[in-house]
């Protein structure tokens, strides 16, 4: 099992500006929710495995997400930081290659039902 290499953390938070870096609490990176600290953890796994060659591949995209709530959805649904970040992640792995959109679909399903088919 390959595991993460903290150097490339370090680079990927030093390299994101603040307005689009992930939420801390008491200087720790916060997550409401297990599948939040998943979506990033895939991310940086995909960067360590140079599945996109560089981190502003995947910020760009992020912080595009982020800009277009603002403008159109702000006001009206609640913020959700790692939303942004399963949106950009869901598209970086698109176009990318790795995943088609029925296939994050039927993972996804896969996920929430418990059941996976292993053919």
């Not at 895939?42 to 995209?61: E, G, N, P, T």
């Not at 702000?74 to 698109?94: F, I, P, Q, R, T």
Request: some cysteine.
């Amino acid at each position: 099992m390959k595991t993460c290499e903290v150097q490339s953390v370090n680079e990927v938070m030093a390299s994101m500006p603040e307005e689009s870096s992930p939420p801390r609490k008491n200087g720790e990176l916060y997550f409401e929710e297990p599948w939040e600290s998943r979506a990033f953890g895939m991310a940086i796994a995909l960067y360590d495995q140079k599945i996109y060659s560089s981190w502003d591949d995947f910020r760009s995209l992020l912080v595009e997400k982020i800009a277009s709530w603002e403008n159109t959805d702000g006001e009206k649904n609640e913020w959700s930081y790692y939303d942004h970040w399963m949106g950009a992640l869901e598209e970086l792995v698109m176009k990318n290659g790795i995943l088609d959109e029925q296939e994050i679909e039927k993972r996804a399903n896969e996920f929430l039902s418990g059941v996976r088919d292993e053919f």
